[in-house]
């Protein structure tokens, strides 16, 4: 380990591994409590970083007298990752969602300029997908969590409407000590301890039990969600929050077509007046509006599911038969009925 350059970067970074794993005890902590999936979550972080320490120290033993840099290696920091972040990445599964891609996109490059010149734990970002209901909001999110797999992030899917009662939510974030199930601990906070670096869609953010709301907020501000029965907090690492809404769905799929530079203003200032919940909503960094689809769209999607079954000379035809479908119940009809077609009419 002689030579080992420990720049300020890494020490911070070495720091705050060292507090992640402070907090996971309580004041007075006894071996019989430790999480061994905390520990190794500790453990992988801290081993990241000095990797990326080794790296650095060799490539400077490696330079030439002339002192001219060695190759660069590949960046292991997930934050300049993100940084070169693309909308080209999800546009071959999301059709007729552009604008709102590119800004998700744009959000996601910002998050990451904003955690390396803070140099502390952080979200990247925080998003509300909002328009009409099948056009794309849940797959976008879920492709965003496929897209960043490689870079260690795990996608989590909530399903907010199942959370509408009191007794539900708590199983999503811990029921209080002394409750049924307490000892347990909630879903998503155990699942956050085996992965802390996520990407959570929480679909249809209106039917969250206002239990939740609080947990919401923490969650934004701190970038943490704590353990009902114990008070244990288990932080992100560098998250992506997503909700979805079809709250004011027509509203926002008009404005989604709007050629407009304070689109973004427009967006917040829609949902901020309208869904009831200023505080929560207040903490959002950013309101994505999602179009309604057109015939064009739908028949790039016809093409798409049915070339998986050598099927595409058939797209004009279904997508105009079961167009109806999908601006009365959404894509998620329309693609399942093409499917039928695909598999069981053209057989």
């Keep these: 380990m002689s030579g080992l350059d420990l720049n300020e970067h890494l020490i911070r970074e070495i720091t705050e591994s060292v507090r992640f794993l402070l907090r996971l005890f309580d004041e007075n902590p006894k071996f019989d409590d430790i999480d061994l999936d905390d520990v190794r979550a500790f453990t992988h972080r801290v081993g990241d970083f000095i990797v990326n320490a080794l790296v650095s120290s060799e490539e400077e033993k490696t330079k030439s007298p002339t002192n001219k840099p060695a190759r660069k290696r590949k960046n292991l920091s997930v934050e300049k990752d993100l940084l070169s972040f693309d909308e080209s990445l999800l546009r071959d599964r999301i059709v007729g969602q552009d604008r709102a891609l590119k800004e998700i996109a744009k959000a996601i490059r910002i998050g990451a300029k904003k955690a390396i010149l803070s140099g502390k734990r952080s979200l990247i970002t925080t998003m509300v997908f909002a328009g009409p209901t099948g056009v794309g909001k849940t797959e976008t999110a879920k492709a965003l969590g496929e897209v960043l797999k490689p870079l260690g992030y795990e996608f989590?899917?909530?399903?907010?409407?199942?959370?509408?009662?009191?007794?539900?939510?708590?199983?999503?974030?811990?029921?209080?000590?002394?409750?049924?199930?307490?000892?347990?601990?909630?879903?998503?906070?155990?699942?956050?301890?085996?992965?802390?670096?996520?990407?959570?869609?929480?679909?249809?953010?209106?039917?969250?039990?206002?239990?939740?709301?609080?947990?919401?907020?923490?969650?934004?501000?701190?970038?943490?969600?704590?353990?009902?029965?114990?008070?244990?907090r288990y932080f992100l690492d560098r998250g992506i929050i997503i909700f979805t809404t079809n709250y004011m769905a027509e509203e926002f799929g008009t404005l989604a077509e709007q050629e407009d530079t304070?689109?973004?203003?427009?967006?917040?200032?829609?949902?901020?007046?309208?869904?009831?919940?200023?505080?929560?909503?207040?903490?959002?960094?950013?309101?994505?509006?999602?179009?309604?689809?057109?015939?064009?769209?739908?028949?790039?999607?016809?093409?798409k599911v049915l070339s998986k079954y050598d099927r595409e000379a058939y797209a004009f035809v279904l997508a105009r038969k079961y167009i109806h479908l999908a601006q009365r119940y959404g894509v998620r009809a329309f693609v399942r009925k093409i499917e039928e077609e695909a598999i069981l009419g053209l057989s």
């Design 156 to 232: 989590i899917r909530i399903d907010l409407n199942i959370y509408s009662s009191t007794e539900s939510a708590w199983t999503l974030i811990g029921s209080p000590k002394g409750f049924v199930g307490s000892e347990s601990g909630g879903i998503l906070t155990r699942k956050i301890r085996k992965n802390p670096r996520v990407v959570i869609l929480f679909d249809e953010l209106e039917k969250a039990n206002p239990l939740l709301h609080t947990t919401f907020m923490t969650l934004l501000d701190e970038g943490y969600i704590e353990e009902q029965s114990t008070g244990k």
């Design 262 to 303: 304070e689109l973004d203003l427009k967006a917040m200032n829609l949902l901020e007046t309208y869904v009831g919940l200023p505080e929560l909503v207040g903490r959002i960094e950013r309101v994505i509006p999602f179009r309604k689809l057109n015939e064009r769209d739908l028949m790039e999607i016809a093409h």
